[in-house]
């Protein structure tokens, strides 16, 4: 019913800065939870943030305080903003409504100098 196409990806150095866009076809993130995931060639995909459609935000560990989800309701657009990057955060990063097993495509994120 709705499809997500992320973006903002690229390389960028060790304690930089990125935001990935999360782009829905059609109003979806004001009454649905999302979440952020990433892989790394060779592990498990890993669990970054959710937001939940009354805007509750909650990080794993790892990322907390440094990583941001935020919403423009009129873009039907969900934010990560990334802050003080880690080499550790270099993955392909996807969005997804978790309860429709509904994914973007993924961008990639490398942190390197």
């Known amino acids: 019913q709705v499809q997500l196409v992320e973006s903002g990806g690229g390389l960028v150095q060790p304690g930089g800065s990125l935001r990935l866009s999360c782009a829905a076809s059609?109003?979806?993130?004001?009454?649905?939870?999302m979440a952020w995931y990433r892989q790394a060639p060779g592990k498990q995909r890993e669990w970054v943030g959710t937001r939940i459609s009354a805007g509750t935000t909650t990080y794993e560990e790892f990322v907390r305080g440094r990583f941001t989800i935020s919403l423009d309701n009129a873009k039907n657009t969900v934010y990560l903003q990334m802050n003080t990057m880690k080499p550790e955060d270099t993955a392909v990063y996807y969005c997804?409504?978790?309860?429709?097993?509904?994914w973007g495509q993924g961008t990639q994120v490398t942190v390197s100098s």
């Open positions: 997804v409504f978790p309860r429709y097993n509904e």
């Open positions: 059609r109003r979806a993130f004001s009454l649905n939870t």
